[in-house]
């Protein structure tokens, strides 16, 4: 890569730590959330709620809209500023226009579809209903930031973006610290949530539009729906729509049956369950997967825009080596302290211990898979820079035909859990076809290198799992009985004995690979080094 483009690596760092603040406010909306509504009916009413705004938010706004509309602004910016600007006028209004119908269907359609999809009692339909007519409005403003974010990426901004989500959380705080303690009623406060979660929607595209506009790239307003521009973003976008909307129906299938199963076990919160176990696979993946796909796309997209395809297998290998160097010290450490790293979130009011061993059972699945999610949407993002989506979108019909047939499968002997084991399977067949079908694109990734790479780091992984099994299983009992006796709740334990374990873990593994020479190590050390030379200077 020239130093114009820079590394996708080393500049998914900055990405990344943005991200990474936002997953913090994060985990304390959770801890909020979790200790209001527990994991009863009221939160599983409002995770199924949530969930189908936010598998369209996902699907359309946090990746396919954005990622299909970069390559047809890229071009249009090669021919001028004001041709670019015009582009993403017509896509924004047409958007607008179509989301608008979409929206309004949905809230007609909704009180006769929800009943029928969720079961259960009156009074939990009826609760499915109003917090889905509220929420709805999400897909809107996300959709709309969407496009505004995917011109800042273009421009190589990432700051900005990455306060897109800090501010929804933001508005989760304010609403759990401010208004919803003066709230006794438990509906009453599900409701007031939610119109607090659609005013941090409002207020995210606020931001987004403001700071486009100060860059001076304000889209023109254009009404000409003939445009080329809704033809090209049609071609690309809707193979990479249903197919990333196999995923997202996959995840929205497990939700559905999970509800099923908990409906047919009564007490044991499947919905909950799961909808927290995934929240919180989403924590590395989304500060280190997204991350590194985000950064991905424009440095493709500039090596093609430049004939320079030799630099891109490098490219690829660097990115997947280092976030799979990220993301696996996460999978080993969900793995072996997951029930602990549950209690110190979530534990508390409403939280009980039954409530995380439910939890757990599924996270411990999804966690073998962190790893595989992060490349997937790496070498999702790769495709989209050839504008190829159908691609992607036939190994995503292929995996979620797998995922279905497993998930009903499964689900008969492991219950919730079978639904992330399937999840996980079908991550890997959708890793092994990504990987491998690059090379239609005349791109083939040297596995040999790629193993050598993620080899020289395994030692930092051994001794990274012998920490946390000492931690867990040697050190645990006598550090809880300890405290315990001295007045502290198990919370605030819980918080403690995770600080040290991943504190000293992450020690651990930065150490050895200090010392194994670990290219991944030297990216990071690097980026520190070279910004404390510049203050220094």
Request: glycine letters at 6%; charged letters at 15%.
């Amino acid at each position: 890569m020239s130093k114009e483009s820079g590394s996708s690596a080393t500049r998914s760092l900055a990405l990344s730590f943005y991200t990474f603040l936002s997953r913090i406010l994060g985990l304390f909306r959770d801890h909020y959330m979790a200790v209001t509504f527990g994991s009863g009916w009221v939160a599983s009413a409002f995770s199924i709620a949530y969930r189908l705004p936010n598998m369209y938010r996902n699907l359309l706004a946090e990746g396919t809209l954005s990622q299909s509309f970069m390559p047809i602004y890229n071009d249009a910016e090669k021919e001028s500023a004001e041709e670019a600007a015009k582009v993403a006028g017509t896509i924004l209004t047409f958007l607008f226009a179509m989301l608008s119908i979409f929206v309004a269907v949905f809230i007609l359609l909704a009180p006769y579809l929800l009943p029928f999809l969720v079961g259960g009692t009156e009074e939990y339909q009826k609760l499915v209903i109003r917090l889905s007519l509220i929420l709805f409005v999400l897909i809107m403003t996300a959709s709309l930031s969407s496009i505004y974010i995917a011109i800042e990426n273009v421009h190589h901004e990432y700051f900005v973006p990455s306060l897109s989500p800090i501010v929804l959380n933001l508005s989760y705080l304010f609403m759990f610290l401010f208004v919803l303690p003066s709230e006794e009623d438990m509906l009453e406060k599900i409701e007031l949530l939610c119109f607090g979660i659609v005013g941090g929607g409002v207020l995210q595209l606020i931001l987004q539009i403001g700071y486009v506009r100060k860059m001076g790239f304000s889209p023109k307003l254009n009404f000409n729906w003939r445009h080329s521009s809704i033809k090209k973003i049609f071609n690309l976008m809707l193979p990479a729509v249903i197919g990333g909307g196999f995923y997202q129906i996959s995840l929205l299938f497990d939700i559905f049956l999970a509800n099923y199963i908990q409906n047919k076990n009564p007490g044991l919160d499947a919905v909950v369950s799961l909808d927290y176990s995934q929240r919180l696979i989403q924590f590395p993946t989304g500060i280190i997967g997204v991350a590194l796909a985000t950064t991905t796309l424009p440095t493709l997209l500039s090596a093609l825009k430049k004939d320079d395809r030799n630099s891109i297998s490098p490219e690829l290998v660097n990115v997947i080596s280092f976030g799979i160097f990220l993301t696996f010290p996460a999978a080993i450490g969900f793995l072996i302290m997951g029930t602990s790293i549950i209690d110190s979130i979530f534990y508390g009011g409403k939280w009980t211990h039954t409530s995380t061993e439910t939890t757990y059972g599924a996270l411990r699945f999804y966690a073998m898979a962190i790893p595989l999610y992060s490349i997937n949407k790496i070498l999702t993002s790769s495709y989209y820079a050839f504008k190829d989506t159908r691609t992607p979108f036939k190994i995503n019909m292929i995996s979620f035909s797998i995922n279905i047939i497993m998930n009903l499968i499964f689900m008969t002997f492991l219950k919730h859990m079978g639904l992330a084991l399937a999840s996980a399977i079908s991550s890997a067949i959708t890793c092994t076809l990504l990987f491998s079908l690059l090379k239609k694109h005349e791109i083939i990734i040297p596995v040999k290198i790629l193993v050598k790479r993620i080899s020289g780091f395994i030692p930092s992984l051994l001794f990274l799992s012998l920490v946390l099994v000492i931690f867990e299983f040697i050190l645990k009992s006598s550090f809880f009985e300890y405290f315990s006796e001295s007045g502290w709740a198990h919370a605030s334990i819980s918080r403690v004995f995770i600080a040290l374990g991943i504190s000293c873990s992450g020690i651990v593994y930065f150490i050895i690979s200090y010392l194994m020479k670990v290219q991944e190590f030297d990216i990071i050390f690097g980026k520190i080094t070279s910004k404390i030379n510049r203050r220094k200077k």
